[in-house]
């Protein structure tokens, strides 16, 4: 079956820094990937959608300035979580749509547990 | 915002079957019914999808009424490990706008007793 790679699993920074997480679909090419944040007993929220080689487009509220999205290849895209605060602290969790075969399903990754001190 | 309609928990015994059900009375006549399952601390998994057909795949069956308005997921063995929240999802197979988007309600918290 497909899978989907993150990159770290989890991660722990102080506040103020900045954390890349990696998103690769290891055996299928995926144009579009996504990007979700999910709070403690709280369901997946979408953060953004990519398509290699343009720019994520966002979701209402979220700071495109403060998470970075670069799709660069159809197997990679990264998120980047700038100047963090706790706030920021949750499960990340990235999706990507495979190319081929309808594009009907998502796949997802294993996510990328996020603390900020 | 999602536009299904799930219980927010339900039960089942060990070896029996888990009939998860779901309302979605507002379906298009484009939008396809997913289901997927999330275990704690972990990404959702895809389980299956279905546009008026039922559909029978190697983890679960999926039901769906004559008028699209519902439709039932079923683990026709559950076992401990199918314990997880799943999410029943409606959404255009391809991009077009927003409903393209695969958006999560607050699904059914399934637990699997022994």
């Known amino acids: 079956g497909a899978v989907v790679s993150q990159h770290p699993s989890w991660v722990i920074c102080k506040s103020g820094t900045s954390v890349k997480i990696e998103c690769r679909s290891l055996?299928?090419?995926?144009?579009?990937m996504f990007w979700y944040r999910q709070f403690p007993k709280q369901s997946l929220m979408l953060m953004a959608t990519s398509n290699e080689g343009s720019k994520a487009t966002y979701e209402q509220g979220v700071e495109k300035d403060k998470f970075l999205i670069n799709h660069a290849s159809l197997t990679l895209s990264t998120l980047t979580v700038t100047s963090a605060h706790p706030e920021d602290s949750s499960f990340y969790i990235c999706?990507?749509?495979?190319?081929?075969?309808?594009?009907?399903?998502?796949?997802f990754g294993p996510g990328t547990r996020l603390t900020v001190l | 915002d999602a536009k299904t309609t799930q219980p927010p928990s339900m039960d089942c015994a060990e070896g029996r079957a888990a009939n998860l059900p779901c309302n979605h009375s507002t379906i298009s006549g484009n939008e396809y019914v997913y289901w997927y399952r999330q275990i704690h601390s972990q990404g959702p998994q895809y389980i299956i999808h279905?546009?008026?057909n039922n559909e029978t795949n190697e983890m679960a069956s999926l039901i769906i009424t004559e008028d699209r308005k519902s439709s039932t997921l079923i683990l026709p063995h559950a076992t401990l490990r199918d314990t997880a929240v799943y999410y029943c999802i409606v959404r255009v197979a391809r991009s077009g706008g927003s409903n393209y988007k695969l958006t999560f309600g607050k699904g059914t918290l399934l637990t699997v007793n022994p």
């Open positions: 055996d299928f090419q995926a144009t579009t």
């Open positions: 999706s990507a749509r495979s190319s081929s075969g309808g594009g009907h399903t998502q796949y």
């Open positions: 279905g546009l008026k």
